[in-house]
């Protein structure tokens, strides 16, 4: 199959994604107009190439907060989400998990109640226009520490919104451990909060251990350093643990991963663990959800079945009900019969 022909076919397949970030996905023309209001001139192209050249995940931290600083008041999420929008249509994903990471925009003086009052307007006006469901949640950060990461909880305590499900730790792994992290997890699971965590991405299988054990996260960001500790995989498995792969990303940041074809996802996948597939950053690493299906095929040695199995596996790792899982696999199962009534 050439490549247009999958991702002709691909698009047409309902997908979720669940490991995005809403602030990575403004297109260049949208940061340019961001720019352009926070520092009254032009985003410069060789700005543009510094902004986004970084070889490892610290760098892509500081290019990424270098986004969040363009920001000038809540309204600039409109934007965000538009943007969004587009995202999710180029790429037939029906349903998205995204991560919001409020610190930034706290520091810099932006009002909380005012942000999410725009994130639930914006969704709610895709799920008419499209028909596509998005749900948030909370990156509370290990970036600033335990004190920031537990005021950002509260304020989702505080400010409750349907549309933010629960809470996620992003940001640098290497310098804030998941352990440091356990009182804002606690407290998360008592509230009835759904709970997740990047671990094992720029860290060895210890971090996915405390991930796991420690803040009882109920899905994995990455995971990828799994693959160096067999009883680990093991306990993913037993456990049923999602892993929110991204393999372009992995890539990317260069700490364990520098190829495409020698990703661990083909791994996981032999080994049955629950692994899906994302993009977590697509501006930034310059990839769309269709590429990394595509690269699975054309480098991973996926076949469609497999890849199949692996879109089945995202809506089976949402935080929804049996019954939209079922009703999403059925719509997935049609698509592919549809392809094969076609051959």
Known sequence: MTKDEFFGFLKAVPKAELHIHIEAVPTIETLRVLYQKRFEKSLSD????????????????QAFLKVQDMFTSEDDFNYVFDDLAKYLVDNGIVYCEAFFAPSAFL????????????????????????????????????????????????????YPCEDVIGIGLGGAESKGPCRDFVPVFEKAHQDGFHAVAHAGEDVGPESIWEAID??????????????????????????NVPLE?????????????????????????????????????????????????????SECGFTLEEIKKVILNGFDALFISDSEKSKYAKAVEDAFKSKRGRE
Not at 217 to 235: C, F, P, S, W, Y
Not at 255 to 277: G, M
């Open 245 to 297: 792969v991204c393999p372009t990303s992995n890539v990317f940041t260069k700490k364990y991963v520098k190829s495409i074809a020698e990703h661990p996802i083909r791994t996981f996948f032999d080994l049955n663990l629950p692994v899906t597939v994302n993009t977590d950053d697509p501006v930034f690493f310059k990839t769309t959800l269709l590429d990394e299906y595509w690269k699975l095929y």
């Open 214 to 239: 420690l803040l009882k996260a109920e899905r994995i960001g990455h995971g990828i350093t799994a693959v160096q500790d067999e009883k680990l995989m093991e306990e993913l498995k037993k456990r």
């Open 107 to 158: 520091k810099k003086g932006f009002a909380y109640p005012a942000m999410i009052a725009v994130f639930h307007k914006k969704i709610a006006e895709i799920k008419e226009k499209y028909g596509i469901t998005i749900t948030l949640l909370l990156d509370v950060s290990r970036t600033f520490g335990c004190e920031n990461a537990m005021n950002n909880y509260n304020l989702l305590k505080e």
């Open 46 to 61: 060789e700005e543009i190439n510094a902004l986004f050249s970084y070889d490892d995940l610290n760098g892509f931290i």
